[in-house]
């Protein structure tokens, strides 16, 4: 806080001022700030990549998006997934798979397997609270997975812990107001 009678002190016209702000900081500070940012997004990708190698998948969590696995996983739960290539996939697992020409991951459950002679395995999955399988869902002409399609296994979960991400993207102002909160509680604790 500045005082009013110090010398050479001036009352910001607004709290929000953070040009105002940033050129008053020194070099030093500034680049203090800078390097702050940047160990904190770093962190965070070296600790993404780290799940990535441990899991030995390419996501190793995501949100389920949809209703369609209810009652096991409710809209809005958070996955872990592993996906280690020697495990052989089995029926009645939960998978999360991609599928040609869609962006999103589908969260399903294996349905049946089909293993060839020579180690070659094809599998269908349907959504627990789906009435048919997922064949409507694959590309055109595919009938079956392979592992290939697989993103990863559920191995656990934390129940509706991935609403905040569903709301972000279903309603973007939300995702602004709340970028402008945090960023007004952060300008205001500094000034305190």
Do not use: C
Not at 147 to 164: H, I, Q, S, T
Request: glycine content about 10%.
């Amino acid at each position: 806080m500045v005082r009013a009678g110090a010398v050479g002190a001036h009352l910001p016209t607004s709290g929000l001022d953070i040009f105002g702000d940033l050129r008053k900081m020194n070099k030093r500070q500034l680049y203090y700030q800078v390097l702050n940012f940047a160990m904190i997004v770093s962190s965070a990708l070296m600790i993404w990549k780290g799940l990535i190698v441990l899991t030995g998948s390419e996501s190793p969590i995501v949100v389920v998006l949809s209703g369609s696995m209810e009652p096991a996983f409710h809209r809005g739960d958070l996955l872990f997934l592993t996906n280690f290539r020697e495990d052989p996939i089995r029926a009645g697992e939960i998978v999360v798979f991609k599928v040609e020409g869609r962006d999103i991951p589908i969260v399903h459950r294996v349905i049946k397997v089909h293993e060839k002679d020579n180690g070659d395995i094809k599998f269908l999955t349907k959504g627990d609270n789906n009435e048919v399988d997922d064949r409507g869902l694959y590309k055109e002409g595919q009938n079956w997975l392979e592992k290939k399609d697989v993103v990863g296994r559920a191995r656990g979960f934390l129940p509706y812990v991935g609403m905040v991400t569903i709301i972000m993207n279903d309603y973007p102002k939300f995702k602004y107001a709340l970028l402008a909160i945090m960023g007004a509680y952060v300008l205001l604790k500094r000034e305190s």
